[in-house]
Nanobody, 125 residues
Framework: QVQLVESGGGLVQAGGSLRLSCAAS????????MGWFRQAPGKEREFVAA????????YYAESMKGRFTISRDNAKNRVYLQMNSLKPEDTAVYYC??????????????????WGQGTQVTVSS
């Protein structure tokens, strides 16, 4: 079992930055690949970024490349999402998720095993 708690969301103006953090507790954090997803009102949940267990490999949704950076600190049991050049369309609830089956790079949410409760990000124009 892994428990995940996101933080760092908030209200920011377009062009601004936010850094989301996800704290993990429970089973060995380094055994899990991690991902970030988001869900905007009235839309399906979508993949944002993923990172391998070691942190050596990262994957991004096309629209996030160059603006978002995922990273992890296995010593602190945390995964981060640095978001720059934010746009109003980035407004959503952002979720972190843990994956142990080796399919994290697919970006498929049903491959992920554990989920946090989410943190709201609102980007004003």
């Amino acid at each position: 079992q892994v428990q995940l708690v996101e933080s760092g969301g908030g209200l920011v103006q377009a062009g601004g930055s936010l850094r989301l953090s996800c704290a993990a507790s429970g089973s060995f954090f380094s055994n899990y690949a991690m991902g970030w997803f988001r869900q905007a009102p009235g839309k399906e949940r979508e993949f944002v970024a993923a990172i391998s267990r070691s942190g050596d490999n990262t994957y991004y949704a096309e629209s996030m490349k160059g603006r978002f950076t995922i990273s992890r600190d296995n010593a602190k049991n945390r995964v981060y999402l640095q978001m720059n050049s934010l746009k109003p369309e980035d407004t959503a609830v952002y979720y972190c998720a843990a994956e142990r089956g080796g399919y994290y790079y697919t970006g498929l949410d049903h491959k992920y095993d554990y989920w946090g409760q989410g943190t709201q990000v609102t980007v004003s124009s």
